[in-house]
């Protein structure tokens, strides 16, 4: 079966420091991949999405980043981070059939 | 721009009471239709989906959605709610025609059951 797996759960991280969460699928291949950041009363916004190894598609012009160096690896980076992104960030995948999202158990950043 | 809307930002209801969350969204083509849940501590996970034939939907835990193509909406219905559903409900749309892959969520409705 296929399962996700996303570290770290929390992590508390200084202004102006680097960033790299990952995530990896296990199970499948050729998924589609997500990050996601979930904030109380505005949902989850799409931050990045990849249909392919290199192919990123990135929805809200941040001080974020995505990469997807193998099939099944998505990672979320930042050089520098600020205050403003600290949330909850989700990553998730689809099969190729695109019907539905199966999501990660999320990690906690709290930069300060 | 894809975007959904979700009007109920708190609800609170006794256990046997009757829920509708609303849901509507903003695209002219042809869309799939989510609602997700979020148990406390758990992962989001489906409660059901609809994609073509019969507007009305049924999903796990009795939860049932209608799909209104002329008012663009897909909310989200339980004729009797239970203590464990108290929750945080999404409701997301994914562009179908254009392969985009997106999904975009709502804001989400917090759903609180008084024992």
């Known amino acids: 079966s296929q399962t996700i797996h996303q570290w770290p759960a929390t992590l508390v991280q200084p202004v102006g420091s680097p960033l790299s969460l990952e995530c990896t699928v296990e199970g499948t291949s050729n998924p589609n991949l997500y990050w996601y950041r979930q904030a109380a009363g505005r949902g989850l916004q799409l931050l990045f999405y990849?249909?392919?190894?290199?192919?990123i598609s990135s929805e809200v012009p941040q001080n974020l980043s995505a990469s997807r160096p193998q099939d099944r690896q998505f990672i979320l980076s930042s050089k520098k981070l600020l205050l403003s992104d600290s949330g909850f960030y989700l990553c998730a995948w689809s099969g190729q059939a695109n019907e539905k999202l199966f999501f990660g158990s999320g990690t906690q950043l709290s930069v300060l | 721009a894809q975007s959904v809307s979700q009007h109920n930002h708190h609800v609170i209801l006794s256990e046997a009471a009757s829920l509708e969350l609303g849901c509507n969204y903003s695209y002219g083509g042809t869309v799939n239709l989510f609602w997700y849940v979020q148990y406390p501590g758990q992962h989001l996970q489906l409660l059901l989906k609809?994609?073509?034939?019969?507007?009305l939907v049924k999903g796990i835990k009795g939860f049932e959605a209608e799909f209104i193509k002329s008012k663009f909406s897909f909310n989200l219905r339980k004729p009797s709610v239970q203590w464990s559903d108290t929750a945080e409900y999404f409701c997301?749309?994914?562009?179908?025609?254009?392969?985009?892959?997106?999904?975009?969520f709502g804001t989400g409705t917090r759903l609180k059951v008084l024992a």
């Open positions: 997301a749309v994914n562009d179908r025609a254009s392969g985009t892959y997106k999904y975009i």
């Open positions: 609809y994609f073509s034939g019969d507007p």
């Open positions: 990849s249909v392919g190894i290199g192919q």
